[in-house]
């Protein structure tokens, strides 16, 4: 393990909401108050390589769903010395809209994605808008044609996109969902995605409401603490604490990005409701 590449891990935070605490638990949640939402892209480096995973939403859909729209994920990859244009792998965890709305903007790149959120995406369950408004069909038609241009690599089940970088399948939240494990210079950091959208999500073991299946969203979590070295190695996909736990790369990238390759502060006193009820 030893000899495995070290790559430099940063998040990118490009859109905001505004929501409660009841919006984010399946079944609601007995305190009231707000839980704002942050949007993310992740992007690894190691020397000349880069691999990026998700790849985020546009203003125009940020616009048509009432999501803040801060900066354009794939152009704010340039301030961290990244040329989109040049960028060769991407994860996509899963097609959700807010994870896969750029296709367009990273010419070279090969998209790595589980055959079964394509066949999800592109099968009898997507007629429910129950499940399908998580989506956008302009994205999933962009990765049929992706495909067709020979730029979409399948994986079925765990794999790897490169030394040091690798895929675990966690369907539930969406049917082929996968997370990402990158191994950089304080061991393997979990990029849970939407295995778990807050950390609080995985503390109290209490999913997103959004769900195609409960127990493979129940296991999702299992998977993230098996892989983990520790809680504090995994990083929920939505939280906002993110930006407070984790240090800026630089002073100008202060709100915009942070470093997840360096250890985090630990919560704030108070940072959680008191859960006996
Ligand atoms: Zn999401």
């Known amino acids: ?16 909401r505004d929501a409660q605490r009841r919006n984010h638990f399946m079944g ?19 020397g000349d390589r880069v691999v990026v995973i998700d790849i985020g939403f546009n203003a125009e859909v940020a616009a048509q769903r009432s999501r803040t729209w801060l900066r354009c994920p794939i152009d704010t990859l ?37 055959e079964a959120e394509m066949q999800f995406a592109t099968g009898p369950y997507m007629r429910y808008s129950r499940l399908s408004h998580s989506f956008e069909v302009e994205d ?20 790897e996109v490169a030394p040091g970088i690798q895929l675990h399948e966690a369907g ?7 997370f990402v494990r990158v191994h950089t210079r304080r061991g393997w950091v979990v990029l849970a995605s939407d295995v778990s959208h807050f ?5 109290r073991l209490h999913p997103f409401p959004t769900a195609f299946h409960v127990g493979r969203m129940l296991e999702g979590f299992d998977k993230l603490c098996a892989v983990a070295p520790g809680n504090d190695h995994i990083v929920p996909g939505h939280d906002p604490l993110v930006m407070r736990l984790y240090p800026a790369p630089s002073p100008e ?14 919560f704030p006193p108070g940072t959680f409701p008191h859960s006996s009820h």
């Not at 609601?28 to 190691?46: I, K, L, N, S, T």
């Not at 999933?140 to 794999?159: I, P």
């Not at 990238?253 to 630990?266: F, K, S």
């Open 1 to 16: 393990m030893e000899d495995l590449p070290v790559w430099d891990l940063y998040a990118i935070r490009y859109a905001t």
């Open 28 to 46: 609601g949640d007995p305190h009231e108050g707000a839980m704002p939402m942050d949007y993310f892209v992740w992007v690894a480096v190691c």
């Open 78 to 114: 340039k301030n961290l010395g990244v040329d989109p244009a040049r960028v060769g792998d991407v994860v996509i965890t899963h097609l959700h809209y807010d994870h896969a709305g750029n296709f367009g903007l990273l010419p070279a790149a090969r998209f790595h994605l589980q």
């Open 140 to 159: 999933v038609c962009a990765v049929v044609r992706l495909n067709f241009a020979q730029r979409v690599q399948f994986h079925r089940g765990d794999g």
């Open 172 to 178: 539930g939240h969406s049917a082929g969902l996968q």
């Open 199 to 203: 950390y609080e999500n995985l503390l």
């Open 253 to 266: 990238l202060e709100g915009i990005a942070v470093r997840l390759d360096v250890a985090p502060q630990p």
